[in-house]
């Protein structure tokens, strides 16, 4: 099939960017979008201009590095990561708009590759279970009902792409934030810094300029990893409960 | 004697790594402030070694290429973990874990550190689940288990079919804390490009800031690589894009042995090659094997659909030919097995690459709902790829390239040949001999970063206390200098060919030529032929843009001189192993029923090669191994 691309371009964070028209010729239906940007980039390579840089790694929907507004959603129309988007999805001749994932949060680095390092941030200011190597007990004597542990796993499934963010009117990252809560909120070994956790977390959360949640449900629509916006309600109640207790103490 | 000592420490198998712990140096917690460790990868294996190693107090600085460490390659892995917990009462111990892993391996790995590692597996379990990795559970609430590959016993530990990626996140996660508390700096999009060595030990890295195009050097007092593995040199693998060799490979030709880099593992149940513009191949985990029968149709040329081929005209050659290994043979036999079915004819879909993976009979057992409460990712990802639906029609699957053995050599301590480089996870060569097992990259990468290093890092910072250069001495400026010097030469080629062409064609040479199967006559032919690509490669390359800004070209060209120069090292390796063993399978080497025919005699033993130059022939060491617990024997899965 042959398509008209409309690719937005930017030299590096400081230059302006814009969109620039490119044709893709004879892509095969059985090629994934990313695949589509490569043949691309070879047919530019060959005429000597600079590739489109985008960012990807693992291919398979799992590392959260790809990361591509399509016309005007993130990871474009079916609900997987961008390289496990399939051309079949397209139709011969159609226009398309491809442009990086858009936030405050998150700066444009080069074309359509972002800086997402302040989820990477947000982790660091709480989202972990301190747990020292070598002093764990063994595995089973933490009993955890298989309820529990599908909860904790279905909230850990994210994978950090921040599509959540890209789809959200106000650039929200509750459903981020609220995934890892509610991951180490469902388990007994989460308990202890359950608190302390949340709190931090969201504060981190509001330093790097992310936006409020507005009940737009945009974030659970587009999320390859199908996180549900009940992770949200967690965090909803998980944070109150944590700042009355921290003004008690 | 040997210019290789493993360093194998003394007395019996059980006791080994219980005295060494206890005779390694310790270094007192004041003093270990004073140390630096540069860490390069965040995967499963550098990620654990990172957070361990700052959690003792040591200073660490960890490097990766991609925006988050948590992107690591390590976070595909779907199967599982496995270990010798016996929480299922099948049988299983630490001695079972050991003997698999040997056997499996095709008795070309060490034994002590095999051992260490299946003695370690049961605390990576207790580790990961205080993190709060939510591994799979039982009703009641305990741990479950599945069977892979090369096993009898249910020991791998799985969280969905996403446990490389729960296990990399608490990983990271433990990362994440000790980068908070200031005991990790961490460099994320920033490419290692060269080691440097000041008085023949490891003391620094040259790097390069993906971002701004900066070229930096770092000094510490020792470097570990935890760089993952090299299946890219055969451009088509299931590793992800920025898999690379650039790491081990400079660091090679800077001193370190490079050992068994012929060892690749070709892994059964991947989706097949579609076309010529495909980037990739997607791994089907091995898992599905515990509930999925592999088949081809008896007839050669067979056109009808799968569900139109009676049972009669189906050959489950799996089951057949292993009856009591069946559909879970090691992953090097079930591949063969594939290609010779393919080979004959009876290959099915459009390429004639692909047999059947078929679900049919335990969706009727199990019920749909079972097998998709096990697999449905899997489903899934198969449906997004290639459109069909397994739950109704058999997946078809071919072998792929998925997990390197080879890798730098290392003693029992972790540490290389250099002194003060210590190799961790798939980087090295140690545990796998010549196949891996599944769902056992992932134990030994954590067991590598939690429990190996922590204990025997000391070995080798102990003298060297204060011994750490500053990065203005000549050896770092002047590798800083031939980094440069590397890059300027890329940049002014300006040829005609894309570097993924380069990289495509010499893909397709190394799997024709030293895939599944090798003879002198391929790997001759290999040989003559990647030279003369390599020389191409450095007149007719064209890489756009320069080097002071963000530059996928430039990056991927750097990787890919490095593959075309570490191919060759792996076609002779593999010419000069005269056996078969593993997934080194050289085709004049098999028995009359076509399974690999080992030379004990002559190859019972680790080749490690040493660079010596640009154009002279590197020379390979050997490290003989010794089988004193387990008997060397023919394997059999039959
Ligand atoms: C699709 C797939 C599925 C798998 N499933 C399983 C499974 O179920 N069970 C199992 O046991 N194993 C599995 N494996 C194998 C296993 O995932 C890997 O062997 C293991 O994760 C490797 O971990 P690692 O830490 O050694 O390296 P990696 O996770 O590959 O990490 C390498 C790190 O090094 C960094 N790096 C590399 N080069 C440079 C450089 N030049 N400069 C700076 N940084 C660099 C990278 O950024 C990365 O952080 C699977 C593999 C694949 C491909
Ligand atoms: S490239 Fe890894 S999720 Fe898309």
């Known amino acids: 099939m042959n398509l008209k691309l409309k690719v937005w371009r930017q030299k590096n964070a400081q230059s302006e960017g814009k969109i620039v028209d490119y044709e893709a010729q004879n892509i095969p239906a059985d090629a994934s979008f990313l695949e589509m940007l490569d043949i691309l980039n070879e047919q530019l390579q060959a005429k000597g201009e600079e590739p489109v840089v985008f960012d990807h790694d693992c291919r398979e929907g799992i590392c959260g590095a790809c990361s591509l507004t399509i016309n005007g959603i ?69 009993l955890v009902p298989k309820k529990d542990a599908d909860r904790a796993m279905e909230a850990a499934a994210c994978i950090q792409c921040g599509a959540c963010v890209a789809s959200c009117p106000n650039a929200s990252a509750m459903l981020f934030v609220g995934a890892k809560v509610t991951h180490f909120a469902s388990l007994p070994q989460g308990q202890p810094e359950r608190q302390q956790r949340v709190l931090q977390m969201v504060r981190k959360m509001d330093e790097e300029g992310f936006g409020n949640c507005s009940n737009h449900y945009e974030c659970e629509a587009v999320c390859p990893a199908n996180i549900p916006i009940s992770v949200i309600g967690q965090l909803n109640r998980d944070y109150p409960a944590a700042l009355v207790k921290d003004s008690v103490v | 004697m040997s210019v290789l000592d493993s360093k194998i420490p003394a007395g019996p198998l059980e006791k080994k790594w219980e005295k060494h712990k206890f005779e390694s140096k310790l ?95 049961a605390n990576i379990i207790d580790q990961c689940v205080a993190q709060g990795v939510p591994f799979a559970r039982e009703y009641g609430g305990l741990l479950a288990n599945r069977s892979f590959g090369g ?103 800077k001193g370190a042995f490079f050992a068994n880099p012929c060892y690749t593992q070709i892994h059964p149940t991947c989706i097949p090659v579609s076309g010529d513009y495909q980037s990739k191949l997607t791994l089907m985990s091995e898992s599905l094997r515990n509930d999925g029968r592999v088949w081809a149709p008896k007839n050669k040329g067979e056109k009808r659909p799968p569900q139109q081929i009676p049972e009669a005209e189906r050959d489950y050659f799996l089951e057949r030919k292993y009856p009591s290994f069946g559909n879970l043979a090691p992953r090097d036999i079930s591949s063969r097995s594939a290609k010779q079915v393919c080979d004959e004819g009876r290959g099915v879909g459009e390429s004639g690459l692909g047999v059947y993976l078929d679900f049919e009979e335990s969706i009727k057992r199990l019920g749909e709902n079972t097998v998709r409460e096990r697999y449905g990712n899997l489903f899934e990802i198969y449906e997004q790829i290639t459109g069909d639906d397994a739950y109704k029609t058999p997946m078809r699957i071919f072998p792929a390239v998925h997990y390197t053995m080879g890798g730098l050599w290392v003693d029992y301590d972790l540490m290389s040949n250099v002194p003060g480089l210590f190799v961790l996870g798939e980087a090295n060569f140690s545990d796998h001999g010549a196949n891996r097992l599944g769902a056992s990259a992932l134990m030994q990468g954590l067991a590598d970063g939690y429990f190996v290093i922590p204990s025997t890092i000391g070995n080798y910072l102990t003298h060297q206390l204060g011994k750490r250069p500053s990065v203005d001495h000549p050896e770092f400026k002047k590798a800083e200098a031939d ?58 390359v064209n890489v756009t843009g320069g080097n002071e800004e963000l530059n996928q070209s430039l990056e991927k060209a750097g990787r890919v001189a490095d593959f075309l120069e570490f191919g060759e090292l792996m076609c002779l390796d593999a010419l000069e192993r005269k056996e078969s063993c593993g997934g080194h ?8 029923d076509g399974e690999a025919l080992r030379n004990d005699q002559e190859f019972a033993h680790v080749a490690a090669w040493e660079y010596t130059g640009p154009n002279s022939k590197p020379v390979r060491h050997t490290e003989d191994l010794q089988f004193e617990n387990v008997h060397l024997a023919t394997r059999s899965y039959k």
């Open chain 2, 483 to 540: 980094v440069r010097a590397r890059t300027s030469r890329l940049l002014g080629i300006k040829g005609r060919r894309t570097v993924d062409s380069f990289h495509r064609e010499l893909g397709l040479l190394m799997w024709d030529l030293c895939g599944m199967a090798r003879s002198e006559k391929s790997l001759q032919r290999a040989l003559s032929r990647i030279p003369s690509l390599r020389e191409e490669f450095w007149q007719n």
């Open chain 2, 151 to 253: 096993a009898q016993v249910s020991r791998t530990f799985y969280a969905r079919g996403q446990t490389g990626q729960q296990l990399l996140l608490g990983a990271y996660s433990s990362l994440n804390r000790q980068i908070a508390l200031g005991n990790v700096e961490m460099f994320p999009r920033t490419e290692m490009l060269d080691l440097v060595i000041v008085d023949g030990h490891a003391k620094g890295i040259v790097t390069r800031d993906m971002v701004t195009g900066a070229v930096q050097t770092y000094a510490a007092d020792c470097v570990v690589l935890a760089s993952g593995g090299y299946g890219n040199v055969f451009y088509l693998s299931t590793n992800a894009k920025g898999c690379n060799v650039t790491a081990t490979y400079r660091a090679h030709k």
């Open chain 1, 74 to 142: 993130a990871h474009g129309p079916s609900a997987t990561t961008t390289c496990q988007l399939y051309m079949r999805h397209f139709k011969d001749g159609q226009t398309i708009f491809i442009e990086p994932f858009r936030a405050r949060a998150f700066p444009v680095v080069r074309d359509l590759m972002v800086n997402r390092s302040a989820l990477d941030r947000i982790q660091r200011a709480g989202g972990f279970i301190t747990a020292r190597v070598g002093s764990a007990q063994d595995a089973n004597s933490i």
């Open chain 2, 27 to 121: 270094i007192n917690p004041a003093n270990k402030r004073k140390y630096e460790v540069i860490i390069v990868g965040s995967g499963l294996a550098g990620a654990s070694a990172a957070a361990s190693l700052a959690e003792l107090g040591f200073k660490v600085k960890c490097f990766c290429y991609q925006d988050s460490p948590r992107r690591a390659h390590s976070i595909a892995a779907q199967g599982g973990i496995n270990a010798a917990k016996n929480y299922q009462n099948d049988g299983d111990s630490v001695f079972r874990l050991f003997y698999d892993t040997i056997k499996g391996g095709d008795f070309r790995a060490r034994e002590a550190n095999v051992y260490r590692l299946a003695e370690i597996s």
């Open chain 2, 585 to 592: 399978f050289r085709e004049e080497f098999q028995t009359p």
